[in-house]
């Protein structure tokens, strides 16, 4: 079933431990739909500006991803560069030029409005409600943010993730919002904010799924290379929501099973492991759905006991 | 079956979130004592000196530890005290007095020299070396180690280590052992080293065990209270090996079938748990065994899909 995924598509420039590229495709959007893009149907909303290189456009078509929401408009792309320490557990920003991006008004085509699944990337609260308004009788939405918004518009954040099925935060955000440090106690304050579902994304450690009494936890894949760690998270994301959208679930007619929501967060973990092994997107230029498979199952081997 | 443990019997003092204690039993031999006590018979060697309180003994003793090998010496008992940050993933150390422990040589009564399995806290590898040519065909040994030992006692270290079964240690160790940051590939290393088990502890992160070709992973247990984390990685290295000795297999003949070492690592990090719910060791005065399985459970619960 059809995925509506709003974000940032963009250019990275990016240095990491492995090397240098001086610009490649990113944004919250573009891999959110690329790893969604391996279960369902995916339209994305975004904006480019006239420097958007067709080659782009047509890798994200290779991917069967809808591109009548995505507005080209005059002017530049949003770009972002960062570098990323030895450890690539950190990483400083080295330019933020937002471009086109900072007018970014979603904009929903009449043919988006009847999908049952929604996944927000990190943008202004109140754009991520507005998106959820143009939509009608969405099955199933959420999505993430960043400590910006927990810090300046906490109101406004608030407002917007009562409304959400599932909020997908990673674990220091998680703190942030409930202003609590304790990660079980946080997560209760966080599901009494509205969502019922909650994902703390702990990068290279995994993830933990929360809902109602509750939990489950997945260790992070032990890659031999992490090659590039860029929209791991966001890739993530789109893992979890597409399986999900994948099998079709309606959590308003009986709800998504527990055992579900699991599998979705191993098959979150799975995209984000693929995403870091190049530089940037590039990893899902080549990715199919039985190497994806495979290391699900990889993950049933190395966490039984 | 019995198992030999050889380490520090220390007091500490210790200040967390939670408040402060000026002087309370602590060392790596006492937390890897208790928490095998739950699993197996446990035989100490340490010292200790003349201000040891009776009451501590009677602690040890009530877990049916056999207190033969605790020599008693004039002077004073080592002692320690550090500080934890607010988020009790850093400490500060305010005091290191050595102590009695500063010329520790382990001399093993012979009551123990035919046991087993043999566990070696964090000491001087030399000693740790010595204590194994003492005993009479150990089956299964191993022990931790330290940042001190890997820089500056690097060769001893090695010519330790290379007789060793399995080694526990944690991952930032793991990675300066291994001059490596990823961790597969620094456990690679490690495993061409010596020993065919390696146990790798990432605090609140959990664990993961490398054998082989092979690794198993798991998350570290949700604690809605952290109390105090000091002593956790010896008590997940207490209950690790008490579960091995407890099920008494020898690895010589046939092997530890990996998944008795998956469900090692697994009270393993049950026992870790535990410790961190109260202040030193003061967990393990009313703890069941009847709890550690109960958790045990728990980790299955949270960690299948």
Request: proline share 4%.
């Amino acid at each position: 079933m059809s995925l509506v995924v709003v974000g940032s598509v963009a250019y990275d420039g990016l240095e990491t431990p492995h090397g240098k590229v001086d610009r490649i495709l990113g944004g919250s959007c573009t891999y959110i739909a690329l790893a969604a893009s391996f279960f369902t149907k995916v339209k994305i909303v975004a904006v480019v500006g006239d420097d958007f290189a067709q080659e782009d456009i047509e890798f994200l078509k290779s991917r069967q991803i809808d591109l009548e929401g995505l507005e080209r408009v005059p002017g530049k792309t949003f770009f972002w560069a960062g570098v990323y320490s030895a450890d690539m557990n950190d990483r400083t920003t080295l330019t933020t030029d937002l471009n086109v991006f900072a007018d970014f008004k979603p904009k929903l085509p009449a043919s988006y409005r009847s999908a049952p699944y929604l996944l927000l990337g990190n943008i202004q609260p109140e754009l991520q409600r507005d998106v959820r308004q143009q939509m009608n009788g969405v099955r199933f939405s959420g999505g993430d943010t960043m400590n910006y918004w927990i810090a300046d518009y906490r109101d406004d954040l608030l407002a917007t993730i009562k409304q959400w099925d599932f909020l997908l935060i990673n674990d220091s955000e998680a703190r942030m919002l409930a202003g609590e440090h304790n990660l079980r106690r946080a997560a209760e304050k966080i599901l009494a904010m509205g969502p019922q579902t909650l994902v703390i994304k702990r990068g290279e450690y995994g993830a933990v799924l929360f809902q109602g009494k509750d939990h489950f936890m997945v260790p992070g894949f032990l890659l031999e290379d992490v090659f590039d760690p860029t929209g791991a998270g966001d890739c993530f994301a789109g893992g979890f929501m597409g399986y999900l959208a994948e099998r079709g679930i309606d959590p308003h007619k009986g709800g998504i099973e527990h055992a579900e929501l699991r599998r979705a967060v191993i098959y979150g973990s799975v995209l984000g492991s693929f995403c870091c092994e190049k530089f940037g997107p590039d990893r899902f230029r080549d990715l199919s759905r039985r190497e994806i498979d495979a290391r699900y199952r990889e993950f049933k081997t190395f966490t039984d006991f």
